[in-house]
């Protein structure tokens, strides 16, 4: 049998051993930090040949407040906290919707679905937290409710930007082709990376499984991002090349810096804070991550409230009601005709005298 070796460095000290092996580690408050645990097979040690080895290892790490690392523990308090935070916006929300139901669009009980189902999430996210801290490994069923709503927050959200962003709804009521082919292409992908990163939850971090799927993840998220963006640009686009009202372009721009201003947080800033934290500060990555997603949620539900008084609700359908809008006939014999103006929600309807 070839020599399996096991070399463990802990603050400096080294540790040789040959199977089997058996140890008790405990660190103290003055060593605390983040420890490795790494395995070398000398036998390949020259790169063109690779000896196969099987082996199996127990491993049981533990804090005093549980099984979770110190990064970890508030995370499950954190999860909780928030989950009650975006229930209670979940819940104004459809409280304004109920009270202004006849400016109610389609897409605004879209934008409740999202906001409960990532409260869920949150929940389900929480206890699986829980039980890992208290049992040591997750309990199937709670992670799998948890994975499933993840998935359908994932799915939603991305939904409701791309649907926003073109325009759904409160400017047209049509998708075109290329809209439609940008769902087509967003929703399979934001599938994929919910799979990714379901795998990534539940692999170990050393396994090679776990760096492709890393990495999966990250370029499927951010070619996600970018087809999201393209529906905002491609309608800014639009409204500017056409010369139509300027109000419509000045609200899909500031959506725009929106967008962008989120996922750059989320996605760089963020993750930039986390790597220059001390370890045991690491879950505010987490907690900033929440807090500007709930912060976007809000300030998109703002900018698009059914309200009377919601720009977007005030802006023509089409361009012949832009059109319409700036005939002025002076002739005698259309003195007394009016016409009916219709708003964009469809249901309330103004009558106007032409001059």
């Given amino acids: 049998e070839p020599l399996i070796l096991f070399v463990f460095n802990f603050e400096g000290l ?40 099987s ?10 407040g549980g099984y979770l690392s110190a990064a970890e523990i508030p995370l499950s308090r954190l999860y909780i906290c928030m989950a009650g935070v975006f229930f209670t916006a979940a819940l104004v929300w459809v409280y304004t919707l109920m009270k202004h139901r006849y400016s109610v669009f389609k897409i605004h009980w879209l934008m409740a679905a999202l906001a409960f189902t990532k409260s869920a999430s949150l929940v389900f996210h929480s206890i699986n937290y829980h039980f890992i801290n208290t049992e040591g ?35 047209k009521y049509i998708l075109s082709d290329k809209e439609k082919k940008i769902f087509m292409i967003v929703i399979p992908l934001q599938v994929l990376a919910n799979v990714a990163y379901i795998i990534i939850e539940s692999t170990e971090e050393g396994s090679s499984e776990y760096n492709l799927w890393k990495e999966i993840l990250f370029l499927v998220d951010l070619i996600c991002c970018g ?8 309608s800014c686009g639009l409204f500017l090349s056409a010369a139509m009202n300027l109000e419509k372009l000045k609200l899909f721009r500031h959506y725009y ?7 750059y947080f989320t996605r760089i800033i963020a993750i930039l804070l986390k790597i220059t934290m001390p370890f045991q500060w690491q879950w505010c990555y987490e907690f900033l991550v929440e807090v500007s997603t709930l912060i976007f949620f809000v300030l998109t539900g703002y900018k698009f409230r059914p309200a009377s008084n919601n720009p977007y609700l005030q802006l023509p359908q089409d361009e012949e009601d832009v059109e319409m809008d700036e005939v002025v006939t002076e002739s005698g014999a259309l003195e007394g005709i009016s016409k009916v103006k219709k708003t964009c929600n469809g249901r309330e309807r103004q009558k106007e005298s032409t001059l």
């Fill in 137 to 171: 490994h997750p309990i199937e069923g709670w992670a799998v409710m948890y994975y499933i709503t993840h998935l359908l927050k994932g799915a939603l959200l991305f939904i409701t930007l791309a649907l926003i962003g073109t325009g759904w709804a409160f400017v």
């Fill in 14 to 53: 080294s540790v040789f051993s040959v199977l089997p092996l058996q140890f008790h580690l405990e660190i103290g408050p003055k060593a605390q930090g983040l420890y490795s645990l790494k395995f070398h097979y000398c036998q390949n040690k020259f790169p063109a040949v690779k000896q196969p080895y």
């Fill in 55 to 64: 082996f199996t290892v127990e491993v049981q790490e533990k804090n005093p």
């Fill in 227 to 234: 087809a999201i963006l393209f529906p905002v640009v491609w």
């Fill in 257 to 263: 810096v929106m967008i962008v201003c989120y996922i």
